[in-house]
């Protein structure tokens, strides 16, 4: 079971404790931070936070065709996947570790579930 005999409750409160506060740290750091994606060679930039929401969308003039206004709209979801892509490689980087030392997610290290 454990080596040495009992766990230390005290020490895995702790430690459960601090992983919870540097989870909150990441979730915030990742709500503040801003990502950029783009489409049609840049015509179409859009920006996300970490946490998913758009915040901004730039399209240039040259992308836009009165008459051919679903490519236009082609590029404007490229651009927002593009940045939604990238706010999701970040949150795995920075809460992947996190949930690592969460046993993987599914509990804390050293107990047997």
Do not use: C, H, Y
Not at 15 to 42: C, H, P, R, T, Y
Not at 62 to 73: G, R, S, W
């Amino acid at each position: 079971m454990f080596p040495g005999g009992q766990p230390d409750m005290q020490a895995l409160l702790q430690q459960a404790q601090q992983m919870q506060q540097q989870l909150a740290q990441a979730q915030a750091e990742l709500a503040a931070a801003e990502i950029e994606g783009s489409s049609g060679g840049g015509l179409v930039r859009a920006t996300v936070t970490g946490a998913g929401e758009l915040r901004a969308l730039v399209i240039d003039p040259k992308a836009v065709d009165p008459q051919d206004t679903e490519t236009l709209a082609d590029l404007v979801l490229a651009a927002v996947r593009d940045a939604t892509a990238g706010a999701q490689r970040m949150a795995a980087e920075r809460l992947g570790p996190l949930a690592q030392g969460l046993g993987g997610g599914g509990g804390i290290p050293g107990l047997p579930f």
